[in-house]
Structures are given as C-alpha cells and as structure tokens.
C-alpha cells in the first residue's frame, strides 16, 4: 500500500520535488510557459451570405415563410450538436410564437449562440434586432450559413455526424470470429 510522506506537501496540483542534497526548495514554482501557450484568437468572419439572399434558395425561403418552425428546427438541432430535436425545437418555437406572438424572442438567442460557434460577425443586440425585423431572413441566412458549412439540412446533427464518420477509416480491430456455442 502507498504511504504519503508527509515532509512533502500535499495540495493537489502537481509539483516536482528537487534532490534535498541540492539544497534547493522542496519544491519547484517554476511552470512551463509553453504548455499553457494559447494561439491568439481568430478575428471573426463574415456571413457567407447576406440577410436579403432569401431567394437564393426558393425552397427554403417558402418554407421559412409560410412555417417558420420546421427551419428553426433545423438550424436549432445544428446549433445544440443533437441535444434538442428537430421537431422537439420547432414545436417549442411554435409554442412560444401561439402564446405571445413573438417567436423572435427566442430565436434570436440562437443566433447568437450559431454566431459564436462559427466565430461570425456581429453582436447580441444585433441578433435581437435582425430576428425581430425581419424574422424569415434572419432564419433563412442562418440556415443557408449551416449549408455553407458543409451541414446537409435535411439529415439533422446525428445524419451528419453519421454521414461524416462513414469516412473515417476505422482503428480499431476487427471482433473476434464468434466461437462455436459450448456442449457437455
């Protein structure tokens, strides 16, 4: 069994110990500056499209229009990486537009969640503003930035990560051959 020493102090974060012979402190407070070496962040991009490129894509816009939810269920199913449904954010989005008229009030916060996922211009109140001006744009232009980024809409998260790990050659060995079943 591991006995603690106890001349040594016990703190939880890792320490190296010099040789007591040296002289030296029990331990050293020196940290390696490299290893906690972070890149400096990258600027934020532009949107791949603007607010207004609604008809780019006519299905979509159509849909937006006349059924805002289904494209705010999808682009929320993305955003939350496959913790909320498709139809389980839709439905809520619903909901919230039937009881106070607003879906923009909810819609907005993911966009700005969307935004800082991809590191894209813009601001909170500025998400705020986009969603209750112009709604259908707004979700349009977020939806086509998801197809931008190589997400197939229609498919939802667990379709493309699916989609995306059928690439990946896989590792891991083989499961055994199964053995014959054992007899008396």
Not at 86 to 110: D, K, N, P
Request: with cysteine; aromatic share 10%; net charge negative.
């Amino acid at each position: 069994m591991y006995q603690a020493d106890e001349s040594k102090p016990v703190t939880g974060l890792p320490v190296s110990y010099n040789n007591a012979s040296s002289g030296a402190a029990p331990y050293s407070s020196s940290v390696d500056s490299s290893a906690y070496y972070q890149p400096p962040p990258k600027p934020p991009q532009e949107w791949s499209t603007s607010l207004c490129d609604c008809f780019s894509d006519c299905g979509n816009c159509c849909i937006t229009y006349w059924c805002p939810c289904v494209t705010f269920g999808r682009v929320a199913e993305i955003v939350d990486r496959g913790s909320t449904s498709c139809g389980a954010s839709g439905a809520l989005y619903a909901l919230v537009c039937c009881l106070i008229g607003c879906g923009c009030l909810y819609s907005c916060f993911y966009r700005s969640k969307m935004r800082r996922q991809l590191n894209l211009k813009g601001s909170d109140c500025g998400d705020c503003m986009i969603h209750c001006c112009c709604e259908p744009c707004a979700l349009c232009q977020e939806y086509r930035e998801l197809e931008m980024q190589g997400f197939d809409m229609h498919i939802g998260w667990h379709g493309n990560v699916e989609q995306r790990s059928r690439g990946v050659a896989m590792t891991a060995p083989s499961a055994p051959p199964p053995q014959p079943p054992m007899s008396r």
